[in-house]
């Protein structure tokens, strides 16, 4: 995760109701129920706003209440908005998400051309707990981490996706219930002490100089995949952990992990984000590799320094520099005797 500087911007609270929206024959989803949920739950320093919320009920009894996603949706994650959607996305898309206006607008057509889509989602998030499901999730995190997180994630709709369940800091946290690639109940159960770890790895590694290289933030993926590992006990499979991939998946990547290494260490210093290690996707280095290089890299330096320092050795790792952690690993070592 990246801190990006938050700026604050001027806004002018435009008109309550627009028009009515397109009209349909009938309305089976149940806005009573989505009114009973809370605006926000908090659950130790973790404070989880249902944005998703107000963003539909602005389209109930066929209105458009534009009013409601000024207040309701923009500004109680305002951060969120402005200085991580209103800069991932490029300066041609900013206004889309820095202004009231820009998210009246987008907020009003996303919904009247994926209602169907989109109603379907909140069902899910209806039929869940969401409190109780961060409470019994914190509370095993807590009994493992030498940090205590504090954020402030929304469960949102948004006309660009690309975070997935993830942001720009923590406390610019957003489930997109939207994605197409995210399987929702799945992102919550099994990808939220993911990304808590995220969280606690940021507030030890904040002061590294070597925060921005493509090492440290292979370590950050890789750790926060292993983490999951032993949050589940062992139980779930490696392949899993690491961007949930298959068995299959994993075995290429074994199959090629000494070729693997050896191309990719020297981009391990690189800051530009632009190298084959963190962008395969782009440079194609590896065309056929199924998944992210640098998860599955970062996962097993992790591992091999688990297995040389012993089982509960991964909680080095929040102390250890990044150049530590691999050289201390002997991974190379066992990279060079394959």
């Not at 908005?81 to 820095?98: K, P, T």
Request: hydrophobic content about 35%; proline content about 4%.
């Amino acid at each position: 995760m990246r801190t990006i500087v938050c700026f604050l911007l001027s806004f002018i609270i435009l008109s309550c109701t627009t028009k009515p929206i397109s009209s349909h024959a009938e309305q089976s989803f149940d806005y009573k129920k989505l009114e009973q949920i809370t605006d926000s739950v908090k659950v130790g320093n973790i404070v989880i706003n249902n944005l998703f919320k107000h963003q539909m009920l602005a389209h109930k009894d066929q209105q458009y209440d534009s009013a409601r996603i000024v207040k309701n949706v923009y500004l109680p994650h305002k951060k969120l908005w402005d200085s991580c959607y209103g800069v991932i996305f490029g300066e041609e898309n900013a206004r889309l998400f820095n202004t009231p206006k820009g998210m009246i607008a987008w907020n009003k057509s996303l919904y009247e051309k994926n209602r169907q889509e989109l109603e379907d989602r909140a069902r899910i998030l209806l039929r869940i707990n969401i409190k109780e499901l961060f409470q019994k999730k914190l509370t095993q995190f807590n009994t493992l981490v030498p940090y205590q997180p504090k954020a402030k994630i929304s469960l949102i709709l948004t006309p660009l996706t690309g975070i997935s369940f993830g942001g720009c800091n923590d406390e610019q946290f957003a489930l997109e219930l939207n994605n197409k690639d995210v399987d929702i109940l799945y992102s919550l159960e099994k990808g939220l002490p993911h990304e808590l770890n995220h969280m606690v790895y940021e507030h030890f590694r904040k002061n590294n100089a070597d925060k921005e290289s493509a090492l440290s933030q292979t370590i950050d993926e890789g750790f926060a995949c292993y983490f999951t590992y032993v949050f589940f006990d062992y139980k779930m499979g490696k392949h899993e952990a690491v961007e949930n991939m298959t068995k299959e998946n994993w075995n290429w990547y074994i199959k090629n992990e000494k070729e693997i290494f050896t191309k990719l260490k020297p981009y391990f210093s690189d800051t530009s984000g632009n190298n084959p290690l963190l962008r395969n996707d782009k440079m194609k280095l590896f065309p056929d590799a199924p998944k992210s290089m640098y998860y599955w890299l970062g996962f097993r330096i992790i591992e091999k320094y688990v297995e040389k320092n012993g089982v509960d050795s991964w909680k080095d790792v929040y102390q250890l520099t990044p150049k530590d952690l691999l050289n201390k690993s002997g991974y190379e070592e066992y990279i060079k005797s394959l």
